[in-house]
């Protein structure tokens, strides 16, 4: 078997059905399967995956172990060449695998592979490529500056190179690889074990590589919600990384101090002062067949254009002065749906996705707020 994609869920459950939809027409062409690991979801998740994916392998777990650990358990009974490590709120075109699997397999030296991700509408997450998160850099990425290299903008954000750190939400890796170095350590509950991988795949004289000419929609703010709780877990994941692997000097302990403190504190009053990011949209555009408008019962202004005239989107937008894009995926690819949203991330415009065989629209409006889902007849 070439692949096997890991993919960790808890109570996003919409979130990870239309995932599952866009693996499962990625892996088509390709010899791979999909195991998904529930870290007990109160949101019948897994009810919808033995119901929607029987063929899909599910591990129910009966307390939530963490990320790192229910990543391990998924990747120990892969069957898979290569293992991808895929969060479940995010949407991969249907090209994925032939994209970068010729490249992964080129590189003998391969650690780990990301992509370009994006999200819900349509901007670049600098996360997809990262320095190695040293104090210094952190403590200048905290006080919102890049100085000294947090994030590898040496590359392009649609450029191909190596990277010191890649992103959870995307790790493509092989088995032997991943088993060889431990996988991720499971000291952590939740963030800081991507960057804790990057770096033992780095020390074992393995080559991590960035591939931004692909690109996957990751939600972001649906598995890694933005609060308070995300503050603390992150600020303890790197003191976990530091302990473990820098020999850290006192002003090195002093800056991650000092750095950290000021972070939190700046997003603790972001996060307290944060306004309501999910606004009601009026004007609508629906690229697809499905008469939403009868589904819906809502007094919304939906204009309804055919998948073929998506080339004239931007025209549309102006001409209508368009809040929100909805795309049907039974009329447009995946593939093509994350190529228009990634097109017109400029303009303030929201998207939707309508997967098919579902009753639900599916989205989101920021990097760190929660998805939205409008529920069909």
Avoid at 9 to 17: A, D, G, I, P, Q
Avoid at 59 to 72: L, R
Avoid at 88 to 115: C, H, S, W, Y
Wanted: hydrophobic share 40%.
């Amino acid at each position: 078997m070439k692949v096997s994609v890991v993919i960790v869920n808890y109570n996003v459950r919409y979130f990870l059905e239309l995932c599952l939809l866009s693996v499962q027409k990625a892996l088509t062409t390709i010899d791979g399967e999909i195991i998904v690991v529930d870290n007990v979801s109160k949101d019948k998740s897994c009810e919808m995956v033995k119901t929607r994916f029987p063929e899909i392998t599910l591990i129910e777990n009966t307390e939530n172990v963490g990320f790192s650990k229910a990543n391990n358990q998924g990747v120990n009974i892969a069957k898979g060449e290569y293992v991808l490590i895929l969060n479940p709120d995010t949407v991969v075109g249907e090209n994925l695998f032939q994209e970068i699997l010729p490249f992964v397999d080129r590189q003998k030296d391969l650690g780990a592979l990301g992509v370009r991700l994006m999200d819900g509408i349509g901007r670049f997450l600098p996360e997809s490529k990262r320095g190695l998160p040293t104090p210094k850099k952190s403590f200048f990425r905290m006080l919102g500056s890049n100085r000294g290299g947090y994030y590898a903008n040496y590359l392009t954000k649609d450029g191909v190179g190596k990277v010191e750190v890649l992103v959870g939400a995307f790790m493509l890796m092989k088995k032997d690889r991943y088993l060889e170095v431990g996988g991720f350590d499971e000291d952590y509950f939740m963030y800081g074990e991507d960057i804790d991988l990057s770096y033992k795949l780095t020390k074992a004289g393995y080559t991590n590589y960035y591939n931004g000419e692909s690109v996957v929609i990751h939600y972001k703010g649906e598995s890694t919600r933005k609060d308070v709780k995300y503050l603390r877990h992150f600020y303890g994941a790197m003191n976990i990384f530091y302990k473990k692997h820098l020999k850290l000097t006192g002003i090195d302990c002093l800056l991650m101090r000092v750095g950290v403190k000021l972070w939190f504190l700046i997003k603790y009053f972001k996060l307290s002062n944060a306004p309501i990011l999910i606004e009601d949209t009026e004007r609508i555009l629906f690229v697809g067949e499905r008469d939403v408008n009868v589904d819906l019962q809502l007094n919304k202004k939906i204009t309804r254009i055919a998948s073929s005239e998506v080339i004239k989107l931007e025209e549309y937008i102006r001409k209508y002065d368009i809040q929100e894009i909805w795309f049907e995926e039974k009329s447009m690819s995946y593939q093509n749906i994350i190529h228009q949203i990634a097109t017109h991330r400029f303009r303030e415009v929201l998207f939707k996705i309508l997967p098919n065989s579902t009753s639900f629209l599916i989205g989101s409006n920021s990097s760190d707020g929660r998805g939205e889902v409008i529920y069909l007849k």
